[in-house]
């Protein structure tokens, strides 16, 4: 199992980034999949998650209206839309395998800032 993470980046507070998750080496279709956060000094935190058929989602209310988690099972990758990114979404990204923060596999992650 592979999960490799891409997108991060410096924003401007109000900006926006697209995170992508490259995933192989398991039939991508057959599982949830998540994002997950950690910011310096703080526990992880369960950002968004997204069913295998991508039928139901999950946003944390720090993000919800302001993310976008979606999936593409014929290209086997994950992706989180950011906008109306604000300071405190400042954080090291990973995606996982697995429901929020129940998962079984994750990824080396991407930084994520957002200053001006």
């Keep these: 199992v592979q999960l490799?993470?891409?997108?991060?980046?410096?924003?401007?507070?109000g900006g926006s980034l697209r995170l992508s998750c490259a995933a192989s080496g398991f039939t991508f279709s057959w599982?949830?999949?998540?994002?997950?956060?950690?910011?310096?000094g703080k526990g992880l935190e369960s950002v968004s998650a997204v069913a295998s058929d991508g039928s139901i989602t999950y946003y944390?209310?720090?993000?919800?209206?302001?993310?976008?988690i979606s999936r593409d099972n014929a290209q086997n990758t994950l992706y989180l839309q950011m906008d109306s990114l604000a300071p405190e979404d400042?954080?090291?990204?990973?995606?996982?395998?697995?429901?929020?923060?129940?998962?079984?596999?994750?990824?080396?992650?991407?930084q994520v800032t957002v200053s001006s």
């Design 31 to 40: 599982y949830d999949m998540s994002w997950a956060r950690q910011a310096p």
């Design 90 to 110: 400042t954080a090291l990204y990973f995606c996982a395998r697995g429901w929020r923060l129940r998962y079984d596999y994750r990824g080396q992650g991407t």
């Design 60 to 68: 944390a209310d720090s993000v919800k209206g302001r993310f976008t």
């Design 4 to 13: 490799v993470e891409s997108g991060g980046g410096l924003a401007q507070p």
